[in-house]
């Protein structure tokens, strides 16, 4: 089976930055989408942030462009969220999830990832 385990959330005050990591294992094939996805308290888990293991193909919510940077580590196994010039408005519960895909469009939808990793908070303060 495919496991997830996000890591490296934490207190950051505005302005600031941090690295979430998803180490990754179990997959069976090498056509599979990692993303990023965070649910604020009373809100909807929303995309972040996804990429494409066989051509690297990425997608970004739109406010987050320009100030996260998503990146894989094949030989760590790693999927990698850079989140650089933080606003409280990004604090969140973070997840990473992933999903096999057969074709050549990014899913960003919650409901269509099918494995998920624990959450790591991240907290921004103003």
């Known amino acids: 089976d495919v496991q997830l385990q996000a890591s490296g959330g934490g207190l950051v005050q505005a302005g600031g930055s941090l690295r979430l990591s998803c180490a990754a294992s179990?997959?069976?094939?090498?056509?599979?989408?990692i993303g990023w996805f965070r649910q604020a308290p009373g809100k909807e888990r929303e995309a972040v942030s996804c990429i494409s293991s066989s051509d690297g193909r990425i997608y970004y919510e739109d406010s987050v462009k320009g100030r996260f940077t998503i990146s894989s580590d094949n030989a760590r196994n790693t999927v990698y969220l850079q989140m650089n010039r933080l606003k409280p408005e990004d604090t969140a519960v973070y997840y990473c999830?992933?999903?096999?895909?057969?074709?050549?469009?990014?899913?960003?939808?919650?409901?269509?990832?099918?494995?998920w990793g624990q959450g790591t908070q991240v907290t921004v303060s103003s």
């Open positions: 179990g997959f069976t094939s090498d056509d599979y989408v």
């Open positions: 999830a992933a999903v096999y895909i057969s074709n050549s469009w990014l899913p960003i939808g919650v409901g269509m990832y099918d494995y």
